[in-house]
């Protein structure tokens, strides 16, 4: 699997996930901080990468937009540290990889997380 992390995700995330053996790249390290939400769903498309991030506005775009892929992995977390956002992703890559691979909306909170298929109907 291929990740575009949000400006929000930490680079120690995006570390572990390479440590992992993931294919990831960070927004900023490709000097795109500042690119507007559909930009970035349109590079995941293109790229063929899940979105991991902070912000809802994803899913609102993704739903509005009857898209079926790029997946996007939105954190909503009280505490937010790269340790329990690494050990939240670890769960959902191993109980959830086959929805990224499909395209979905995965949202991430305190105690579990809650897997939307794509298109959002």
Same mark, same amino acid.
């Given at each position: 699997?291929?990740?575009?992390?949000?400006?929000?995700?930490?680079?120690?995330?995006?570390?572990?996930?390479?440590?992992?053996?993931?294919?990831?790249?960070?927004?900023?390290?490709?000097?795109?901080?500042?690119?507007?939400?559909?930009?970035?769903?349109?590079?995941?498309?293109?790229?063929?990468?899940?979105?991991?991030?902070?912000?809802?506005?994803?899913?609102? %775009? /993704?739903?509005? #937009? +009857?898209?079926?892929?790029?997946?996007?992995? $939105?954190?909503?977390?009280?505490?937010? @540290?790269?340790? !329990?956002?690494?050990?939240?992703?670890?769960? %959902? /890559?191993?109980? #959830? +990889?086959?929805?990224?691979?499909?395209?979905? $909306?995965?949202?991430?909170?305190?105690? @579990?997380?809650? !897997?939307?298929?794509?298109?959002?109907?």
């Amino acid at each position: 699997m291929r990740f575009l992390a949000d400006m929000g995700i930490s680079q120690s995330t995006v570390h572990w996930l390479h440590s992992q053996g993931y294919n990831v790249v960070h927004l900023r390290d490709e000097g795109l901080q500042k690119l507007p939400d559909e930009l970035i769903i349109e590079k995941a498309f293109a790229e063929n990468r899940i979105i991991l991030t902070f912000d809802l506005d994803f899913s609102d %775009i /993704l739903a509005s #937009s +009857s898209a079926t892929f790029p997946s996007v992995v $939105i954190f909503r977390l009280k505490t937010a @540290t790269p340790q !329990v956002v690494n050990q939240k992703l670890k769960r %959902i /890559l191993s109980d #959830s +990889s086959d929805a990224l691979q499909k395209g979905a $909306i995965i949202s991430v909170g305190e105690q @579990t997380h809650r !897997v939307r298929y794509l298109p959002i109907k």
